[in-house]
């Protein structure tokens, strides 16, 4: 296992991060190591998802953890989506910058394989929803800035917040969108930036659909989900 530097907006191999990844085909041990190497670069960073473009890797990998969610997902296939939320994502390959009224499905249903190529679907609501759309749309070249206007997107000031990607504390305060709880679109979705805690979720778990409002009130979760709404 390696951690491997993170391709950034602006640095010298940006382009990959614009590129759509390849498929793969072959679910070796190479494909293994790689993956190995997704978990250890995203707990460092730290972050709640990573995908292999954002590591120089042209190909369709991404890992993503949340609570006791998990997943390292191989050519993933978004099979349904329902609803729309917007919420605020930071990104690995865009540090010191958040965006505001990312819109995403707020319940999707992937296809994928598992680094061993076993074939699994999982159903995902709220962030881990979220998260999951957005290490995709890595697959495709496809950075949360282009989902929203420019004026949308800002830099975070705070040192220490921008160190980690976080969003700061000053979150819209009242969207309200298609009837869904608060919690589950003010949060702030630094999808990629959140402080991660270990979980001892088995991988075999990843069908399990996310319980986000509910469980957002652990104190280390702060730095990237102290927004808005939320918290009781
Ligand atoms: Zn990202």
Same mark, same amino acid.
Request: glycine residues 10%; negative net charge; without cysteine.
């Given at each position: 296992m390696a951690i491997r530097k993170i391709l950034t907006?602006?640095? =010298? &191999?940006e382009k990959i991060l614009r590129t759509r990844a390849k498929k793969i085909s072959r679910f070796d041990a190479h494909l293994q190591r790689l993956v190995e190497d997704l978990w250890e670069t995203m707990r460092a960073a730290p972050g709640v998802g990573l995908a292999a473009p954002q590591i120089g @890797? $042209? !190909? &369709?990998v991404l890992v993503a953890e949340y609570e006791d969610e998990h997943a390292a997902l191989?050519? =993933? @296939? !978004?099979l349904k989506a329902e609803g729309e939320v917007l919420g605020t994502e930071g990104c690995l390959s865009i540090p010191g910058y958040v965006g505001d009224h990312v819109a995403r499905a707020a319940s999707i249903v992937v296809k994928a394989r598992d680094p061993h190529g076993k074939e699994i679907r999982l159903r995902a609501e709220g962030w881990w929803a979220r998260i999951l759309q957005h290490e995709i749309d890595h697959l495709d070249g496809?950075?949360?800035?282009? &989902?929203? $206007? =420019? %004026?949308?997107v800002r830099e975070v000031t705070d040192d220490d917040t921008a160190e980690e990607g976080a969003p700061p504390s000053r979150m819209p305060q009242s969207h309200t969108m298609?009837?869904? %709880?608060p919690a589950a679109h003010t949060v702030a979705i630094a999808a990629e930036t959140a402080e991660v805690k270990t979980t001892e979720t088995k991988t075999a778990k990843t069908a399990e659909t996310a319980d986000p409002p509910a469980r957002q009130t652990t104190p280390e979760h702060q730095p990237a989900m102290d927004t808005a709404g939320g918290r009781e």
């Open positions: 907006v602006g640095g =010298p &191999r @890797e $042209s !190909i &369709r191989v050519n =993933p @296939e !978004i496809i950075l949360y800035t282009d &989902r929203i $206007s =420019p %004026a949308d298609n009837g869904h %709880a």
